[in-house]
């Protein structure tokens, strides 16, 4: 019994993808090893946290890093600092109520259109896009996702002196692209 030349290929790609996928898998382990996350104590023990706030309420019940990836979340998390450069301290809080941990990991994904995204698939730049990202969590004057934002930016090449620029205010000079303005 001999196979077409194309079911031969098509095992062939199959084969490629698999070994392709692992080595990713295995390089992302290797990458993210060593990775330091905040100790959910310290974050337990903070005092002065204002009562009126939704962190007030969570505080007693964050979810150590260690048990999120005992639960099989522990790709989840390296793809996410491969991405971004850290895990964020949300996780923490959104593994209390697990559909906002699932949910939140499918959102972001899919708000930045991700895989294409990353690799140049589409009709708009990444940097415009990371860009975009970055203002607008500083016009929402959000610390946590302007931090998220900006190394999410500065890792797909967003040119510094554009951030310093959005930083500085001086959105009309010519760092900017017209785009960018």
Known sequence: SFMPAAMVLIWIVVVGLIVVAASLVLWLRSATRNVQHVDPGVLRDLKNVPQDTLFAILQPHI???????????GPL???VQLLIGVVPTCDMLLEIW????HIYNVIVPNFLNLPEFLLGVGTRPSSLI???M???????ECAYCTAHTCSFAARR????AKLRAVISGSLDGTELTQAER
């Open 63 to 73: 979810v150590p890093m260690e048990t999120i990836r005992e639960r099989g979340y």
């Open 77 to 79: 998390l390296e793809i």
């Open 98 to 101: 697990p559909p906002a941990f």
């Open 130 to 132: 990371t860009l975009a």
């Open 134 to 140: 970055y203002v607008s969590s500083r016009a929402a």
């Open 157 to 160: 090449g967003l040119a510094p």
